[in-house]
């Protein structure tokens, strides 16, 4: 399931999504080389979050292979500033677009109900938080982690609490069947969040390349700041103009 567009409505240019989304392509370009190995690989070595070298807890000159002709030689000091950038760092062009495209969805309706500096505040916080999530699940990991997708739950956490019923398009592919239906907003990122905490749960590290409690950790942290950075005014605007459409019904 992929979200195509949902029913909410956004009141001011989302100046700060569309500059993350920005950030985060300019870096694939500038930064990563467009996916070029070895670009991506020194990028992702350099700038991506690895618990074992950040904490201590794994011994220097471990090496985590990338590819059959590159390796992560984790460093004795270690890179505080991985903590950020590695929200900007993406593994492949699915990787980085299919995060971009959940940061438009749910992004701009995020921003619009807290205002830009707030929603600028929330989104690193959550990225800080899912970042913390993965490094507590595996300490010792010498797995490089990088992606916006951790920042971006922390969206979809607060997207769920302040919006739940708006509906969300999907588009579904089963094979050669593909067919959209709309289900609310709870229903679509419910199922998202506990997929990342099942298979966080029989997971350890980033299995399959996946940091699962990235995921799960940037959206609880979402869905709890949400209740310090949302402006209610603004959330309130929201909620009317859906109830408007809809005919006064949340449904």
């Known amino acids: 399931m992929f979200p195509i567009k949902d029913d909410n409505p956004t009141f001011a240019t989302p100046v700060v999504t569309l500059a993350l989304i920005a950030a985060n392509l300019a870096v694939w370009a500038m930064v990563q080389g467009l996916g070029a190995g ?4 020194a990028s992702v070595c350099r700038w991506g979050l690895i618990p074992g070298e950040l904490l201590g807890t794994a011994a220097p000159g471990t090496a985590f292979p990338l590819g059959p002709q590159s390796a992560c030689v984790l460093e004795a000091t270690p890179n505080w500033l991985s903590v950020v950038s590695s929200m900007f760092l993406h593994g492949g062009w699915f990787h980085l677009l299919g995060n ?3 940061l438009w969805v749910f992004g701009n309706n995020v921003e ?7 929603y600028l505040a929330f989104y690193l916080l959550c990225g800080l938080a899912a970042a913390a999530a993965q490094v507590l699940a595996d300490p010792a990991s010498a797995i490089p982690m990088v992606g916006a997708s951790g920042a ?3 969206v979809m956490g607060a997207y769920v609490i302040l919006y739940p019923r708006v509906r969300v398009t999907l588009l579904v592919i089963l094979v050669v069947f593909v067919t959209t239906f709309r289900v609310p907003a709870f229903l679509m ?3 998202w969040f506990l997929t990342q905490l099942l298979q966080g749960t029989v997971a350890t590290g980033e299995a399959g390349g996946v940091a699962f409690w990235a995921h799960v950790g940037g959206f609880a942290a979402g869905a709890l700041l949400v209740f310090i950075f949302r402006d209610p005014d603004l959330v309130r605007r929201h909620r ?7 005919g006064g019904r949340w449904a």
Request: no cysteine; proline share 0%.
């Open 240 to 246: 009317q103009s859906v109830l408007a459409a809809h």
């Open 189 to 191: 990122l419910g199922y």
């Open 100 to 102: 971009m495209w959940f």
């Open 112 to 118: 619009d109900s807290m205002g830009r500096g707030r």
């Open 152 to 154: 971006i739950g922390g």
């Open 38 to 41: 070895e670009a991506l690989g």
